[in-house]
């Protein structure tokens, strides 16, 4: 399929036809998915699509709307998300955008062998909130900040049978590399999150080995597509196993200012 065609797919399924649980979801006029959650929820737009004469009243009826819930919130904007500008004015209310992530698409029928051959690496799938320990263990290593949240979100998806499914890697016993994968009811896209490897142990396939249960368990559950929403480290490894590039998408951001006193 033409990275055109799976873009476009990916933009119906993924972005206008996907449903979160727990979230509540609402097509709105003037093309806005929107997605809230009751506190301490995330709340976000996904989708959006634009007329360049109409979009700063439907941007700041949005801003409005999700500033009155006083709960952190994310508009989610693709390069090819129209008005061009979309992430300009957005910049201009206040929103401020996190590092791009380049969204990648694996066509599953043509998953390498890298990706299919047998896991050999000390991998195990976690399927309880107890060890997800392992997870933050790992995540808080790399990344240096806390990641508390996980037990919470994670530990709720695991609740939900067949949605997500975790993975670690272990290094002599410890966990040394961690990733998971979601399962939506679309049956043609799988998205795969929270890729993380401690830099002691990497350079030796251990992300590729998480990359790959994922990826066969994608295969044998019958989906499409893998999909992933890569950090240019990331990006790099997957991009060697046939990973293509479908756009860049920015998360840009707004946080309720902290009550005085």
Same mark, same amino acid.
């Given at each position: 399929?033409?990275?055109?065609?799976?873009?476009?797919?990916?933009?119906?399924?993924?972005?206008? *036809? %996907? #449903?979160?649980?727990? #979230?509540?979801?609402? @097509?709105?006029?003037? =093309?806005?998915?929107?997605?809230? $959650?009751?506190?301490?929820?995330? #709340?976000?737009?996904?989708?959006?699509?634009?007329?360049?004469?109409?979009?700063?009243?439907?941007?700041?009826?949005?801003?409005?709307?999700?500033?009155?819930?006083?709960?952190?919130?994310?508009? $989610?904007?693709?390069?090819?998300?129209? +008005?061009?500008?979309?992430?300009?004015?957005?910049?201009?209310?206040?929103? *401020? +955008?996190?590092?791009?992530?380049?969204?990648?698409?694996?066509?599953?029928?043509?998953?390498?062998?890298? @990706?299919?051959?047998?896991?050999?690496?000390?991998?195990?799938?976690?399927?309880?909130?107890?060890?997800?320990?392992?997870?933050?263990?790992?995540?808080?290593?790399?990344? $240096?900040?806390?990641?508390?949240?996980?037990?919470?979100?994670?530990?709720?998806?695991?609740?939900?049978?067949?949605?997500?499914?975790?993975? /670690? /890697?272990?290094?002599?016993?410890?966990?040394?590399?961690?990733?998971?994968?979601?399962?939506?009811? #679309?049956? %043609?896209?799988?998205?795969?999150?929270? =890729?993380?490897? @401690?830099?002691?142990?990497?350079?030796?396939?251990?992300?590729?080995? %998480?990359? /790959?249960?994922?990826?066969?368990?994608?295969?044998?559950?019958?989906?499409?597509?893998?999909?992933?929403?890569?950090?240019?480290?990331?990006?790099?490894?997957?991009?060697?196993?046939?990973?293509?590039?479908?756009?860049?998408?920015?998360?840009?951001?707004? *946080?309720?200012?902290?009550? /005085?006193?």
């Amino acid at each position: 399929m033409e990275t055109s065609e799976i873009l476009s797919l990916y933009d119906r399924l993924m972005r206008v *036809e %996907v #449903n979160y649980p727990d #979230n509540t979801k609402e @097509l709105l006029p003037n =093309g806005i998915v929107r997605f809230t $959650k009751p506190a301490p929820g995330n #709340n976000f737009i996904l989708y959006s699509q634009l007329q360049p004469e109409t979009a700063d009243a439907v941007i700041d009826e949005q801003i409005a709307y999700l500033q009155g819930l006083n709960q952190p919130f994310e508009w $989610k904007v693709f390069d090819h998300d129209q +008005p061009p500008d979309l992430l300009q004015r957005l910049m201009m209310r206040g929103l *401020e +955008p996190e590092d791009p992530d380049a969204i990648l698409a694996l066509e599953l029928a043509d998953a390498p062998v890298s @990706l299919t051959a047998p896991v050999t690496a000390d991998v195990r799938r976690l399927t309880t909130r107890e060890q997800l320990v392992d997870v933050v263990t790992v995540l808080e290593q790399v990344w $240096k900040r806390e990641f508390d949240w996980i037990y919470d979100r994670l530990g709720q998806n695991l609740e939900i049978p067949g949605y997500i499914s975790i993975y /670690a /890697a272990y290094d002599k016993g410890l966990p040394a590399s961690v990733g998971w994968i979601y399962f939506h009811d #679309n049956h %043609v896209f799988t998205d795969l999150w929270g =890729g993380s490897t @401690l830099p002691g142990t990497r350079g030796h396939g251990i992300y590729t080995a %998480v990359l /790959a249960i994922r990826v066969q368990e994608a295969i044998q559950r019958g989906y499409q597509f893998v999909t992933i929403d890569a950090s240019p480290m990331s990006r790099k490894i997957v991009e060697t196993h046939g990973f293509r590039l479908l756009d860049y998408a920015h998360a840009c951001v707004w *946080e309720p200012k902290p009550a /005085a006193g």
